[in-house]
């Protein structure tokens, strides 16, 4: 028997429920899962399927699924393992919609449980059946005309608009709690284990159009499909914020890298790369996520980084205004308005200037009214407010006047509410009402600090992958083909490096390969000087280290004696065999001195460098990294993110640089691994990128190409 | 009448306590610190005093100190502002030995205020008393023995071995509430307001001696005397661990400057390099100096950085392991034995690799076991146990399982017990029983990253300051006299700077001040090729801003030529008077640019700078900032904390360097601006340090000097 194919609101809102497993055992999942359905009063009937129990916590129990004499939209399965195939073929045959495994042991633990993973997914997908976990905590929906507990957690959320997905089970408790302490209301949790079914792309995009959430959460330990990943994300957070934390080091299953560009990708910047190009916020800790949630979900988007402080407190007001600073927002000063208006009713030893400390004798009314007109200050995109309670004056007064203060306002509110036993029931009633509390400054500035890129992010216009026409990718593809046809990944030869590039629209300088010094002096002499001769080898990967580049030669003499040179180098290395040629170029005048470059992520695909080059680029570090394929805003960021950026514009004496140009070699760059995935590594350094509008050259390049194209 | 001066001990721990302004009024402050001395029990008689009440809290009062029968060892005064003063020599007539002021509207308010406070001080010296505040919030001292609650916070902390200072009175509220919520227990604690008698400086050298405090923590938003303060500590965080959190942004007191040192000193740089040098562990937030101070004052120091995490889920444990190494922690392999003997007990799906994951059957004797052979194994230096409470393993049993596990180890034991209902009361006993827990494993990793920071810095062998002899003083006091003589600050000439240098042992290159094209090409001839021809003008201070520095001149012809192109550059520039000559200059071969500098701190003194030289110095940013005066490991720390470090050890083809003569450059650095006061600001840029056993040369060098030392 099949059925239409559910979906995922079908698991998420469904009308009935099945427990194959209840127990009358308290310590066991199914019965704890069994409790907390009743206990949290789901909107319909939930019906234990237990063949040795004739009621569990006193409802009639029935032996099997297709004793119930209802429709059954949702199992819960917490038998054995060795249950769980023929449980789920009940389930096909009973016509079940949704199904969520908590039951242990299959992927996780080897093969044999992979294989009996994959038999489970057969049956769930033959009978157009959809499945969480197996191997998870459960789901919950707290929509009141659902009111679904499916999992064996202790804690109960609070309704409200933030959708979790977590990929550790262990966690998703330690989630549910932290989240009821904070006061931070869910709309959808979902721990989703083994993802053999549903994955966290599926969820996002059923959050993306579900009424209930604002806000969507995510514990993630791998990604499924990264690229499915980033479109998913990238449209869902033009409308609804995302944030993520990610934990799991990828570096174990990277391949030794040969490329500059290989060496300096770190594990974990593939994964960054991927969150900042998808617009997801990516935090470093579950405490962090929170905060963010706690802001976003409650409160509207700042317009800008400016942000008052207002505080009854001198210390912590500095703490605050430091950590506001830390995180990129700016203290502005206040319109002499808002001054002049604040000196009216605050005391005289009170400071007016940002921060507005406003001392200890402020009571509620001075909140309120301070409050109020800070966040009318045209200069103000932000309002933090910090209170210490000293004797006599009352939390849930302040709090109270605090919300009086920010109503109506389009600006958002964050309060600090200092040196009070947990939270007091006025902050609690504060949080409701959504203005968020942090218990120390730091937490509500970092918070702060999210929202403001997000904001950004968001209101960019979206940014395109740009499509070069000017290209003959015929040309590059033909001159890769003798290389790519080997067993083994190989270093293109220096004459099908220039090819591809100029296939590509990537400028060289001038430049020829010679076998001879007279060759050499005459390849010179024919494109000018100042020229470099640069050994030409199949074998030595960085020529630099055996000192195979000789550069500024200013006459035929000196490229005579160079050449030379380069031939003694080598014999006293004893690897004159290793000399296959030489490359003589002309040398030209960088403004700045770039590099671009690629190497292959296993997972992510392509992973983008560029910065500054040179020959101490790993020693300056200097570079950013974006995933394939990049917009142009993605290129424009990653210049813009170097601390080298300023020589662009012009530093010191030195002449400003044709920024545009590099930009557009990282996007021609970005262009050419798209269409031909035979490269598994690249690395262009330098990059002369030469004064405005004069353009840039690549002056030195290797690519690597590899037969079977690797990418995912 | 006067008595011999009182002492710390005195105040923290009286005999007998007073409270002058003690109120009936349950909202005012001296009613709470009276009632907090009552209700916590102080360990003698307390003594209400107020005019106007015949008893306060059910406590007889006093109408003036004088009518007290007995000794008053401590007063607390509460009274307003205007009565303070009258009541200090009230207890200066009574023999009071310690006071805490709770008043404010002192020096924080402005003029009158100091004034006030510095005549209630006078008579506090006078007297031979001590005084805490005004302005605070208080003092306590947990010893059963005293149980002294002088403060008006509602929170009454455990007694334990952790001492805190807080200049904030309105943070040392959430301090004490949050202290007693992670369950760290404190011997004393101090709200030291206005620090207008006692300081931080003070409390930390009592409780240097004091038998009940192991760890001092310090919330700081100014230092009175950063001097004293370096001295103190340095000898303090020998033997007891001192933390710190300090806010307050210098930057507005900062003097525009000049130098590329000057430039890149950011408003924070000296406040780190005091901690760093001082071995004082500096945190960015509360919450971070609480989670490290767990650790520090209830486990023994790690010998090393080698962690082995141990867990019951597998996502937490990855996410503790990413959090370790985040914070320069590593995972070792474990033993061979250790793997072996694990494998006997565990499941065999548990991973017995680091991080162990014995999933979620293992119960509390799997972690006693494992937790033991861990803490045997010779790889390993400290253990992080993650708990993830799955249903039917209680928390307290494996509390207790790692009390046992962890019984008699050396090696310090953090825990992270995931998804529980707030601290459990197993977790409660674990933490006094000296088991640190923490809500998430990165605030563990980051906890014990810094007590590997911190018992690294204090098995290092204490650095001295070297003093050079082979100076002449003299010398280059001369060569500063005549700049120095002007009412404004300039910069030395040419060769001036010269003098100083070499009065200090600092070798330059071979080079001569010129006026003209023949001059310069016979002084190029004599001192050899190549040379450099730089601008000499009091006037420019970039010299390379302005075309001034012509590089690599071969011959005399060239020398003539760059002689000429000088001259037109400022002629070009409208700034041809600005021309005074030029210095030729032997050019040297560097195998490390480096640079060395200083520049003045309002607060703190010299702060030198050293790192990567060259043009391009203030866009690496590859520097490191001391203050003066530095010991030999402080100047070697700089150049190890370098990215460019790796330099001088020689990079791909180019040489390595001479790391010794760098540091020397340093360390006499340091000398020349301690002897020299005149000397404001200090570039040396480049510095071109040779190949191993070559030295370093000065190449370029600026010195601004003042009339009148404005050193503090």
Known sequence: MTNPPATLGDLLCPRSVAVVGASRRPDSIGGAVFKNLL???????????????????????????????????????????????????????????GLVVITAGFREVGESGRRLEDQVLEVVRGAGMRMIGPNCLGILNTDPAVSLDATFAPTWPLAGRVAFSSQSGALGLAILDLARGLGLGISTFAS????????????????????????????????????????????????????AVKSGRTGSGRRAAQSHTGAL??????????????????????????????????????????????TNAGGPGI?????????????????????????????????????????????????????????????????????????????????????????????????????????????????????????????????LGRAVSYARWRA???????????????????????????????????????????????????ERVVHGAEDAAAAADAMGYPVALKLVSTTITHKSDVGGVILRLTDADEVRQAWAELEGRLAALGRSREFEGALVQRMVVSAYEGAVGMTLDPQFGPLLMAGLGGTLLEVHKDVAFRLHPLTRDDAAEMVDSLRSRRLFDGYRAASP???????????????????????????????AVLEPGE?????????????????P
Chains 1, 2 share one sequence.
Request: with cysteine.
């Open 39 to 97: 206990a949290n009063e789901f909107q319909g009937p939930v019906y234990p399927v237990n063949p040795k129990a004739e009621f569990v916590h006193s409802v009639r129990a029935f032996p099997s699924l297709a004793a119930i004499p209802g429709p059954v939209d949702l199992a819960i399965l917490t038998v054995p393992r060795d249950s769980v195939l023929a449980a789920v073929k009940d389930c096909a045959a009973k016509g079940v919609r």
């Open 319 to 447: 703490m605050a205004a430091d950590a506001c600073e830390g995180v990129g927002l700016v203290l502005p000063a206040l319109d002499p308005a808002t001054d002049a208006e604040l000196r009216t009713f605050l005391a005289p030893e009170a400071s007016t200037r940002n921060p507005v400390d406003m001392i200890a004798s402020a009571r509620a009314p001075h909140f309120e009214r301070a409050l109020g007109l800070l966040l009318k200050d045209p200069n103000v995109d932000a309002a933090l407010v910090i209170f210490v309670p000293p004797v006599g004056t009352e939390a849930p007064d302040v709090a109270r006047a605090i919300l009086a203060g920010a109503l109506g306002s389009t600006k958002p509110v964050l309060t600090c509410f200092m040196g009070s036993h947990g939270i007091p029931e006025g902050l609690r009633s504060l949080r409701q009402g959504h203005v968020p509390s942090y218990g120390f400054p730091e937490a509500a500035a970092r918070a």
């Open 265 to 310: 990708a770190g594990a974990d910047l593939a994964v960054d790369a991927l969150f900042r190009q998808a617009g997801v916020l990516r935090t470093d800790t579950i405490d962090d996520l929170f905060d963010a949630a706690l802001l976003l979900a409650h409160q509207p988007l700042p317009a800008g980084n400016r942000v008052a402080i207002l």
């Open 695 to 711: 353009g840039a050259v690549v002056v030195d390049a290797r690519i690597r190409v590899a037969a079977v194209p690797p990418h």
């Open 192 to 243: 989703i284990g083994n993802k053999a079914d549903v994955s966290g792309n599926d969820l996002i995009e059923y959050w993306e159009t579900d009424p209930n959430t604002d806000v969507i959460l995510l514990y993630l330990e791998s990604f499924g499909n990264p690229r499915r990943f980033t479109q998913i994300a990238r449209r869902v957070a033009r409308t609804k914020p995302i944030l």
């Open 460 to 510: 960019r216009p979206e940014s395109a992958v740009p499509v070069f026409v000017d290209l003959d990718p015929g040309r590059a593809r033909r001159a890769l083909a003798s290389a790519a046809a080997g067993a083994e990944p190989v270093w293109l030869a220096p004459l099908a490096v220039s090819e591809v590039l100029a296939a590509y629209g990537l400028r060289g300088v001038p």
């Open 657 to 687: 640089a044709d920024r545009a140009a590099f930009v557009e070699v990282i996007l021609r760059v970005s262009q050419l691994v798209g269409d031909l995935p035979e490269i598994i590594e690249l690395d262009l350094n330098p990059v």
